[in-house]
């Protein structure tokens, strides 16, 4: 019998996912990561794992999540930019535990609650779309490696998340960061630490139009602070001078943004293929028309005839080719 460790919550999709492998004959070992888990959550995974009927063991990692995670939120919104946690935890934390812990144990597969499938071409594994379209979370794992890959099981992939929660009594999901515990960010930042220096507000002619209460508390495309005058929205952040620089809503439309740091399965296919698209964010408005995508030293340029609305530095972009995650990265620049 084959054996799979699945990241388990204890929650409804892990729960449905460990349920999904044993019925499809996998001797399942739940493994619940300890981020910043209080008492309750972990006994709830205990018990559920025991309902389900799987082995259920406890994965102490507060200190690589606090140093890979949390201490890059704040240094990232500390620098004017709009960081990507979730996608940041998926790659280092979630599922690299999975496999590092996998390899000790002498198991072969590793798996999740995720929504989404992964398929096999030309010798690469990709991450591909869930089957259900508004639960997809496709664009959150595109720095898997192909090591990850092609040890993964999907077993949510091709479920539908409404006929999932129909199965529980308690359809209650934790919902956002998890570490902010649903409290404002600027609030968590400064908590932590982060300065809140008050500076200018500039026009895109750098002439002074207000203060603001700290960079930190702004995002790009926001239109609401201090600072903040109706019809004027923040269209970029420049931490060097402690400037919040704001604009008219249709300076928020770029056509050509950089990517660093970037995951891409196979760049070859990339730079050649004509049918590659972008999402800069898992919900809402992404270009829908194929991209033009070039290379220049460490950067991606991706250039797109639809313009993509409120790109944030340090946020992710992410390349796919009909259903298939080519890539991503995260970006670091616009025009």
């Known amino acids: 019998m084959a054996s799979v460790l699945l990241g388990f919550s204890g929650g409804i999709d892990s729960t449905t996912a460990a349920q999904k492998l044993k019925d499809e004959g996998y001797n399942v070992v739940a493994l619940t990561i300890d981020t910043m888990l209080n008492d309750?959550?972990?006994?709830?995974?205990?018990?559920?794992?025991?309902?389900?009927?799987?082995e259920w063991y406890l994965y102490d990692a507060r200190e690589r999540f606090e140093r890979d995670i949390i201490e890059y939120f704040c240094e990232e919104y500390a620098?004017?930019?709009?960081?990507?946690?979730?996608?940041?935890?998926?790659?280092?934390?979630?599922?690299?535990?999975?496999?590092?812990?996998?390899?000790?144990?002498?198991?072969?597969?590793?798996?999740?609650?995720?929504?989404?499938?992964?398929e096999q071409h030309g010798g690469y594994y990709y991450v591909a779309q869930g089957a259900d379209a508004t639960k997809d979370q496709s664009y959150y794992l595109w720095g898997l490696s192909q090591e990850i890959l092609q040890r993964a099981l999907t077993p949510m992939g091709m479920l539908i998340k409404r006929d999932v929660k129909a199965n529980f009594k308690d359809k209650s999901?934790?919902?956002?960061?998890?570490?902010?515990?649903?409290k404002p960010y600027a609030e968590f930042l400064q908590k932590r630490g982060v300065a809140m220096v008050p500076g200018e507000v500039v026009n895109s002619r750098g002439e002074v139009c207000g203060y603001h209460n700290g960079i930190a508390r702004y995002t790009i495309g926001q239109?609401?602070?201090e600072g903040l005058m109706d019809g004027m929205r923040v269209v970029d952040i420049d931490?060097?001078?402690?400037?919040?620089?704001?604009?008219?809503?249709?300076?928020?439309?770029?056509?050509?943004?950089?990517?660093?740091?970037y995951n891409i399965v196979n760049i070859s296919e990339?730079?050649?293929?004509?049918?590659?698209?972008?999402?800069?964010?898992?919900?809402?408005?992404?270009?829908?028309?194929?991209?033009?995508i070039t290379q220049r030293g460490e950067e991606l340029i991706a250039e797109t005839p639809d313009a993509a609305?409120?790109?944030?530095?340090?946020?992710?972009?992410?390349?796919?080719?009909?259903?298939?995650?080519?890539?991503?990265?995260?970006?670091?620049?616009?025009?």
Not at 40 to 54: C, Q, S, W, Y
Not at 173 to 179: A, D, L, V
Not at 239 to 261: F, P, Q, W
């Open 270 to 292: 990339l730079l050649s293929a004509d049918d590659i698209t972008i999402k800069i964010r898992g919900i809402g408005v992404n270009p829908q028309r194929p991209v033009h």
């Open 173 to 182: 999901e934790s919902m956002g960061i998890c570490f902010l515990e649903g």
């Open 239 to 261: 931490a060097s001078k402690n400037h919040i620089i704001v604009g008219e809503g249709a300076l928020l439309y770029k056509h050509k943004l950089y990517i660093t740091n």
């Open 40 to 54: 309750d959550a972990i006994e709830r995974a205990k018990l559920r794992a025991a309902e389900v009927g799987v």
């Open 79 to 118: 620098s004017g930019r709009t960081p990507a946690p979730c996608t940041r935890c998926n790659t280092l934390i979630k599922w690299q535990i999975l496999l590092e812990e996998a390899n000790r144990l002498g198991i072969e597969h590793i798996a999740t609650g995720h929504y989404f499938n992964i």
């Open 309 to 335: 609305f409120a790109p944030a530095k340090g946020q992710p972009l992410v390349f796919y080719r009909n259903n298939l995650v080519i890539g991503g990265g995260i970006v670091v620049d616009f025009e």
């Open 223 to 225: 239109k609401r602070g």
